[in-house]
């Protein structure tokens, strides 16, 4: 198949077209920049240079092959605006990464009991509105002759697969224990995570791709833990001892922003049972904490020293 992947020079989207590329598919690889399109072309992706904002290039380049991942940006309408008319009716693939923040409380560093299923009854919160409509947008098209899913991953770990090989949670979190010389986390970081590695997060795009019926939607997680546990790992690949502190919100919000609230001190605790039982996906990936102490994080560190 020729797919198209929006996000192709990040983090996600570079992962997946990696893992497509290697199951023997053609890949356009959308990127804002000539330096990223030289980069994408290196890689054996064919590049599109342009932006979310470039409408009736999208539209164009949709037409142009067999499915469509987009993976740039969980909020933007516009782009999936531009897309989906493009694939009406054409029974094309067109999988849209979400997140599982889309459930995601203010928790304030506190435990939450709540786990959440694909069909479990939620009110997202004012900064997660937007992303729900996208994802209720493209699930719409579902009954309009487009094969639509949404992937719900949760705290992705691991080194990339593409060009960006870093995680967003947390690398962020190492950085800044690395900055204040100790390990923190938001209030009594109680808050609790589920997670998954980005090899398995990039098996199941390609089990949706082949096997998910129109109008799908999955959260992809293999664990749980909560931000303490994370800040107690770091602090022992730091050789802090396994020391950590607590963060007063108030800080957190002064050098993170609103994501203080939103990710690192909320609880977004979700099943995959439906993408194991429907798709027969089979989560391989190393531990979070273990790939932090033991794994992928320690080798970049050590890499770092180098």
Same mark, same amino acid.
């Given at each position: 198949?020729?797919?198209?992947?929006?996000?192709?020079?990040?983090?996600?989207?570079?992962?997946?077209?990696?893992?497509?590329?290697?199951?023997?598919?053609? &890949?356009?690889?959308?990127?804002? /920049? =000539? $330096?990223?399109? #030289?980069?994408?072309?290196? *890689?054996?992706?064919?590049?599109?240079? +342009?932006?979310?904002?470039?409408?009736?290039?999208?539209?164009?380049?949709?037409?142009?092959?067999?499915? &469509?991942?987009?993976?740039?940006? /969980? =909020? $933007?309408?516009? #782009?999936?605006?531009?897309? *989906?008319?493009?694939?009406?009716?054409? +029974?094309?693939?067109?999988?849209?990464?979400?997140?599982?923040?889309?459930?995601?409380?203010?928790?304030?560093?506190?435990?939450?009991?709540?786990?959440?299923?694909?069909?479990?009854?939620?009110?997202? *919160?004012?900064?997660?509105?937007?992303?729900?409509?996208?994802?209720?947008?493209?699930?719409?098209?579902?009954?309009?002759?487009?094969?639509?899913?949404?992937?719900?991953?949760?705290?992705?770990?691991?080194?990339?697969?593409?060009?960006?090989?870093?995680?967003?949670?947390?690398?962020?979190?190492?950085?800044?224990?690395?900055?204040?010389?100790?390990?923190?986390?938001?209030?009594?970081?109680?808050?609790?995570?589920?997670?998954?590695?980005?090899?398995?997060?990039?098996?199941?795009?390609?089990?949706?791709?082949?096997?998910?019926?129109?109008?799908?939607?999955?959260?992809?997680?293999?664990?749980?833990?909560?931000?303490?546990?994370?800040?107690?790992?770091?602090?022992?690949?730091?050789?802090?001892?396994?020391?950590?502190?607590?963060?007063?919100?108030?800080?957190?919000?002064?050098?993170?922003?609103?994501?203080?609230?939103?990710?690192?001190?909320?609880?977004?605790?979700?099943?995959?049972?439906?993408?194991?039982?429907?798709?027969?996906?089979?989560?391989?990936?190393?531990?979070?904490?273990?790939?932090?102490?033991?794994?992928?994080?320690?080798?970049?560190?050590?890499?770092?020293?180098?």
């Amino acid at each position: 198949m020729k797919i198209l992947v929006t996000g192709a020079t990040g983090y996600i989207g570079g992962s997946v077209a990696a893992k497509l590329l290697a199951a023997g598919h053609r &890949v356009v690889g959308l990127t804002r /920049s =000539d $330096d990223g399109a #030289a980069k994408l072309k290196a *890689l054996g992706i064919e590049p599109l240079v +342009g932006s979310l904002i470039s409408l009736d290039l999208l539209a164009v380049a949709a037409r142009g092959v067999d499915a &469509v991942i987009n993976a740039a940006n /969980s =909020d $933007d309408p516009f #782009a999936v605006e531009a897309i *989906l008319p493009a694939l009406e009716g054409t +029974g094309k693939s067109f999988i849209h990464t979400s997140g599982s923040s889309i459930i995601a409380d203010r928790g304030a560093g506190n435990a939450s009991d709540l786990v959440f299923h694909e069909d479990t009854p939620y009110r997202s *919160l004012p900064e997660r509105q937007g992303r729900l409509a996208v994802e209720q947008l493209v699930l719409s098209y579902g009954q309009r002759g487009v094969r639509t899913c949404v992937i719900r991953p949760t705290l992705i770990y691991g080194t990339g697969l593409g060009l960006h090989k870093k995680s967003i949670q947390v690398p962020r979190m190492l950085d800044l224990a690395i900055s204040k010389g100790k390990a923190l986390h938001i209030g009594a970081g109680e808050n609790i995570w589920s997670n998954v590695h980005i090899d398995d997060v990039t098996d199941l795009y390609l089990l949706i791709l082949e096997k998910a019926p129109p109008g799908s939607l999955f959260y992809a997680e293999n664990g749980e833990c909560s931000m303490r546990a994370v800040a107690q790992a770091i602090s022992r690949l730091l050789g802090y001892g396994g020391k950590t502190e607590s963060w007063p919100m108030a800080e957190a919000l002064k050098e993170w922003g609103i994501s203080a609230h939103a990710t690192f001190a909320s609880n977004s605790r979700v099943s995959a049972l439906k993408a194991r039982k429907m798709l027969d996906w089979q989560p391989k990936g190393v531990a979070l904490l273990e790939d932090i102490e033991h794994g992928s994080y320690r080798e970049s560190q050590s890499a770092a020293k180098a």
